[in-house]
């Protein structure tokens, strides 16, 4: 019996680590022991079984990590198969609530929807990136978005001079994007504003591509764009919602 109810506490355990992976990786074993409460040998244990079941990757220290002497850090990151083995109920969800609302209100109360969940999200990161020059808002911003578990990172664009580029390894909604992208376009507007220059979504996760890229315009790296904040989240809030027509309601910022 004893042996039995130690399992069900292993694979719970073993459950909430992979999903710690999942919302904040890549991410430390050290940092996963702290969240969880466990030793550094417990930690391995439950790490080292998610690695033989596929279900995490290890991942060498990050460019931007700057470390001593010693071995270099190891970061571990969900896969496609362990991302794909978590059960997808709130999704479902989620889904049917937004199909719903678009078959009693259309597809403007989708988009005001998506608007108005993006909005907080926006106002919390408006400090963060307002206080920040404008050739480091697009880190800030990453920075920000990983706190909240999008593995974001900020990268130059392509071609000298071209801008800067926004990655996200994950995507907490990614399910619910596929069929309403109206998601995907309430974030990207949200960047633009909080950037204080244009942006484009290149890539999404939604759409089957591994990474969500977005294209930051170089003007504001520059500063060109001014050096006063970016306009607040209000307008993307009710009211400014309200005064959208219905031919924009659908339309995304670039």
């Given amino acids: ?29 050290s940092a996963l022991g ?20 596929g279900m995490i990757e290890i991942r060498r220290a990050r460019p931007q990590t700057r470390r001593g002497r010693g ?20 999704d479902d ?27 907080d999200l926006e106002r919390r990161y408006l400090p963060v990136v307002q206080e920040a020059p404008p050739h480091l808002r697009v880190r800030k911003l990453a920075e920000a978005l990983s706190g909240d578990g ?6 130059k664009g392509p071609r000298p001079g071209g801008g800067e580029q926004l990655c996200q390894h994950h995507c907490p909604v990614a399910h619910v994007a596929a ?6 376009e ?10 204080g220059t244009p942006v484009q979504r290149l890539a999404t996760i939604a759409h089957g591509d591994g990474i969500c890229t977005t294209h930051v315009s170089p003007r504001s790296l520059r500063g060109e764009a001014g050096e006063g904040a970016p306009e607040g989240p209000a307008q993307a809030g009710p009211k400014a919602i309200d005064d959208i027509s219905d031919e924009e309601s659908g339309r995304t910022s670039l």
């Fill in 1 to 29: 019996m004893g042996e039995k109810t130690m399992g069900v506490t292993e694979r719970d355990t073993r459950a909430r680590v992979a999903r710690l992976v999942l919302e904040h990786g890549p991410i430390t074993a």
């Fill in 34 to 53: 702290d969240r969880v409460g466990l030793t550094p040998a417990a930690i391995r244990r439950h790490l080292d079984a998610l690695l033989a079941e």
């Fill in 71 to 90: 071995r270099p850090a190891k970061w571990f990151a969900i896969t496609d198969a362990g991302r794909s083995a978590f059960v997808h109920a709130y």
């Fill in 93 to 119: 969800l989620a889904t049917s609530a937004l199909r719903f609302l678009a078959e009693k209100a259309g597809e403007r109360a989708v988009t005001e929807f998506a608007r108005r969940q993006i909005a």
């Fill in 150 to 155: 999008y593995a974001a990172a900020a990268a």
């Fill in 179 to 184: 069929e309403f992208p109206q998601l995907c």
């Fill in 186 to 195: 309430a974030e990207t507007e949200a960047f633009s504003r909080l950037l």
